[in-house]
């Protein structure tokens, strides 16, 4: 088997600065373990909160190899018949109809019942064959001609038997279909799996794979994103909202503000040609950090201490 993404040569330093070309701006630990699965053939499992860029890191990967992205979503019940195959039934009906309407054509010759039927056995092996089978999320990832970035998507949400399943896969990169058999990948895909850790994972999975986690960003980093991002962001304003920010994942949160909300908070007093932060434009526009009231709420109660000590420190 072969990989398009493997004879691609690159190094670790121009993948980075390729995803950041994408848009994405990674730091130097998301690029290595991205280029280390690359190069070793190896899934990779991003594990870490929502929000902070384990989806988009492949979306973006698949335009840096210049391969189509094909996505699994998981959820509680995802079986294989959703993310692997399914029998078109509908095809199979209507070859049926054609065969009985040439039976009289196929058992034409045949001597007693055992060359009968033997007739139609070799008919009835081609109703489970690829001609009758719908690929799915997985199938197609391995069918692709060129390769594929293959997305399973929240793995986490899944049940530990559809994890289960997925082991054949992980490691020989290959599926079996009881009425086929074994099904290899023509060009082994770049197989990335995201977690935001709902339940633990299993060790034999974790084998599997190499291992990413994204934390929340570092103000330099997130310094870095949103001038990526939101470029008509001034440096004042840019530089108060992350503190902001930052100072909110120090709360005790259901729901710290991840990078995407930092952005699309960004964008928003953008939008509202906000010059500066203050207690009224924040207030007014924290729905956009924070989606649940209990949180908007508690830091309602501490704001102007809370954008007291931000401006400060900024000062200082």
Same mark, same amino acid.
């Given at each position: 088997?072969?990989?398009?993404?493997?004879?691609?040569?690159?190094?670790?330093?121009?993948?980075?600065?390729?995803?950041?070309?994408?848009?994405?701006?990674?730091?130097?630990?998301?690029?290595?373990?991205l280029?280390?699965?690359?190069? &070793?053939?190896?899934?990779?499992?991003?594990?870490?909160?929502?929000?902070?860029? !384990?989806?988009?890191?492949?979306k973006?990967?698949?335009?840096?190899?210049?391969?189509?992205?094909?996505?699994?979503?998981?959820?509680?019940?995802?079986?294989?018949? !959703?993310?692997?195959?399914?029998?078109?039934?509908?095809?199979q009906?209507?070859?049926?109809?054609?065969?009985?309407?040439?039976?009289?054509?196929?058992?034409?010759?045949?001597?007693?019942?055992?060359?009968?039927?033997?007739?139609l056995?070799e008919?009835?092996?081609?109703?489970?064959?690829?001609?009758?089978?719908?690929?799915?999320?997985?199938?197609?990832?391995?069918?692709?001609?060129?390769?594929?970035?293959?997305?399973?998507? $929240?793995?986490?949400?899944?049940?530990? @038997?559809?994890?289960?399943?997925?082991?054949?896969?992980? =490691?020989?990169?290959?599926? =079996?279909?009881?009425?086929?058999?074994?099904?290899?990948?023509? =060009?082994?895909? &770049?197989?990335?799996?995201?977690?935001?850790?709902?339940?633990?994972? =299993? /060790?034999?999975?974790?084998?599997?794979?190499?291992? &990413?986690?994204?934390?929340?960003?570092?103000?330099?980093?997130?310094?870095?994103?949103?001038?990526?991002?939101?470029?008509?962001?001034? $440096?004042?304003?840019?530089?108060?909202?992350?503190?902001?920010?930052?100072?909110?994942?120090?709360?005790?949160?259901?729901?710290?503000?991840?990078?995407?909300?930092?952005? /699309?908070?960004?964008?928003?007093?953008?939008?509202?040609?906000? /010059?500066?932060?203050?207690?009224?434009?924040?207030k007014?526009?924290?729905?956009?950090? &924070?989606?649940?009231?209990? /949180?908007? @709420?508690?830091?309602?109660?501490?704001?102007?201490?809370?954008?007291?000590?931000?401006?400060?420190?900024?000062?200082?």
């Amino acid at each position: 088997m072969t990989s398009l993404y493997a004879s691609k040569a690159f190094t670790q330093e121009e993948l980075q600065a390729g995803l950041q070309a994408g848009g994405y701006i990674s730091s130097e630990a998301i690029a290595l373990s991205l280029f280390l699965s690359a190069q &070793l053939q190896k899934p990779l499992l991003i594990e870490g909160p929502p929000g902070v860029g !384990k989806t988009e890191l492949a979306k973006v990967a698949a335009e840096y190899f210049g391969l189509p992205l094909i996505r699994l979503q998981c959820y509680e019940g995802l079986d294989e018949a !959703k993310a692997l195959y399914e029998w078109k039934y509908g095809k199979q009906l209507l070859y049926t109809q054609v065969l009985k309407e040439t039976l009289g054509d196929v058992l034409r010759g045949a001597k007693g019942l055992a060359e009968s039927v033997g007739r139609l056995h070799e008919f009835g092996d081609i109703f489970y064959s690829l001609e009758f089978l719908e690929p799915r999320p997985l199938l197609a990832a391995l069918q692709a001609e060129p390769g594929a970035v293959l997305l399973i998507d $929240e793995i986490d949400k899944a049940d530990q @038997e559809f994890e289960a399943f997925l082991l054949e896969l992980l =490691s020989d990169y290959q599926i =079996s279909v009881p009425e086929i058999g074994t099904i290899k990948a023509k =060009s082994i895909p &770049l197989v990335m799996l995201t977690s935001n850790n709902q339940r633990e994972l =299993s /060790d034999a999975l974790k084998r599997r794979c190499l291992h &990413l986690y994204i934390p929340y960003p570092d103000a330099a980093l997130e310094r870095r994103i949103l001038q990526s991002q939101v470029p008509g962001l001034n $440096e004042r304003l840019r530089d108060q909202l992350i503190g902001f920010v930052q100072s909110l994942r120090q709360e005790d949160l259901k729901k710290v503000p991840a990078i995407s909300e930092t952005i /699309d908070w960004a964008r928003t007093l953008l939008l509202l040609h906000v /010059d500066a932060l203050d207690a009224v434009w924040v207030k007014k526009t924290l729905s956009v950090l &924070l989606k649940y009231q209990d /949180d908007i @709420e508690q830091v309602e109660s501490k704001l102007p201490e809370m954008l007291r000590k931000v401006l400060a420190a900024l000062k200082g």
